[in-house]
């Protein structure tokens, strides 16, 4: 009787053991990926989808891929107080991918502007 009970109360406390490693093992995927996303977010801030729409990269051990799709008409800028700024604009739609090994992925889109110096600046 005594040995059924201690028995019991171990397979019970390594069920728990075992889901509370599972669960710890959950919670630093996701902490894994969202630092991945900081850095990929930190690294997209540098590029200019214009220039650059697509391309690849590595991030402390994760791929970081790319892809930029016009979703607003490249227009000229606006000057201040009036006018047409030096640069062209438009807006993109970046989708982007993470990547380590087929279990940790992660894919999310970024809107960004995109522009390009098409004239000089004037000395009037």
Known sequence: MALALVASVGMTLLSWLN???LGLRRAQAVSDIQAARRNALAYLETLNPMVT???E????GW???WQAREVEPTRDGVDHPIG???YLMGLYD???WLERGPDATDEFVLRQVG???VR???LD
Not at 57 to 60: D, R
């Open 120 to 122: 000089q600046p004037s």
């Open 53 to 55: 729409p697509q391309g």
């Open 57 to 60: 990269a590595e991030l402390g």
């Open 94 to 96: 970046t989708r982007v």
């Open 19 to 21: 889901n509370s490693l």
């Open 84 to 86: 047409i700024s030096l």
């Open 63 to 65: 791929r970081l891929r």
């Open 115 to 117: 522009y390009r110096q």
